[in-house]
């Protein structure tokens, strides 16, 4: 088997493997939604699923005929899974690291200091500001790139997993976010509350999101953070309750736009930005216009928005009954 990226047309080959995601009607080792992975394949993260596979007795008659692994989706979790096929015996030595990395890159939780380590690794390699492969990756072309980035770092597994240090010029700034992040965390400094399908983090910090994930416990997120004129806001789903995954079955993300509508309507001014459900690690909304990494003040205070969040996410909580969601 050899590793290529996925491309339309190898949809219709029946010698191909998918892993990440679930385009197509090939063999498939995926999370996402319409996944076609193999029951006893399943698991939390595509990169599990592979390493199930490499040490199910049925492997061999499973990916007979198959010639292709492919994947349609950069991150590190189909990464390692497509590893994990290739190099079966070498991912099951190393099965603890894969997980912590391949949990780390799919859920953008705090898992193992490698795991985040290696996911912010892979992350840098595709920004053009600090891959090492510079004005080189930029070919104008996201899926060549994309191509170019895997088969690089395909080769420079199980290294990079096992010792990120040797690419800390890469991981440093945002590990440095993050440790300070948790410091706040352990201080007392951010302030957690559990509501009714929400968690409220209040912080004078920026917001660290796979810190504010770990700390939470509800799959909405509202982080809080205290600025001239108001408060900044931003709403997020955890990533894994747009996953596929059986603990999670009958569980669905609202469209927060209506939301959004009512929070501008108490505003008096179109501020409140909804972004779509289907947006794996972002979906949500913010308070405010992005420019750069501010967002603009919202008048109204955590107390009442959390309240209409809840209100919104639990109808019969609606604490405000003026407040018209337009549905």
């Keep these: 088997m050899r590793f290529c990226w996925y491309s339309p047309e190898l949809a219709r080959c029946s010698n191909v493997l998918l892993v990440g995601s679930a385009e197509g009607r090939v063999k498939n080792l995926s999370v996402w939604p319409g996944q076609r992975t193999p029951r006893r394949l399943r698991a939390s993260t595509a990169a599990e699923s592979a390493l199930r596979l490499a040490g199910d007795p049925g492997r061999r008659l499973w990916l007979s005929g198959i010639d292709w692994v492919t994947m349609s989706h950069y991150d ?20 603890d690291a894969l997980v912590e990395a391949a949990q780390a890159s799919a859920f953008e939780r705090f898992t193992s200091v490698r795991g985040v380590q290696f996911d912010l690794t892979l ?6 500001e600090r891959s090492p492969l510079g004005a080189d990756l930029v070919s104008g072309d996201p899926e060549t790139d994309w191509e170019r980035l895997t088969a690089l770092l395909i080769e420079l597994l199980p290294e990079a997993l096992l010792r990120p240090e040797a690419f800390r010029s890469l991981w440093e700034e945002e590990w440095q976010a993050i440790q300070r992040a948790l410091t706040l965390v352990h201080l007392g400094e951010v302030q957690a ?21 770990a700390t939470a416990r509800q799959d909405c997120v509202l982080a809080v953070r205290s600025v001239a004129g108001g408060w900044q806001y931003e709403l997020r789903y955890r990533p ?4 596929d995954l059986p603990e999670r ?6 469209d927060c736009a209506p939301l959004a509508q009512a929070l501008d309507a ?5 501020l409140w930005h909804a972004v779509p459900t289907d947006y794996v690690c972002l979906a949500g909304l913010f308070s405010g216009e992005r420019r750069g990494r501010r967002l603009l003040a919202s008048r109204l205070p955590p107390e009442m928005v959390a309240e209409i969040v809840t209100g919104y996410l639990e109808p019969a909580l609606l604490p405000y009954p003026d407040v018209a969601f337009g549905l």
């Design 76 to 95: 590190a979790d189909s990464l390692l899974a497509v590893w994990a096929v290739l190099e079966p015996e070498t991912a099951l030595r190393h099965a």
């Design 123 to 128: 992350r840098a390699f595709e920004d053009p």
């Design 193 to 213: 509350r559990e509501l009714a399908g929400l968690s409220l983090l209040e912080s004078a910090e920026p917001t660290q999101w796979r810190v504010w994930f």
């Design 240 to 243: 894994e309750s747009w996953y």
């Design 249 to 254: 079955a009958g569980r669905a993300r609202r």
């Design 266 to 270: 108490l505003e008096g001014t179109e």
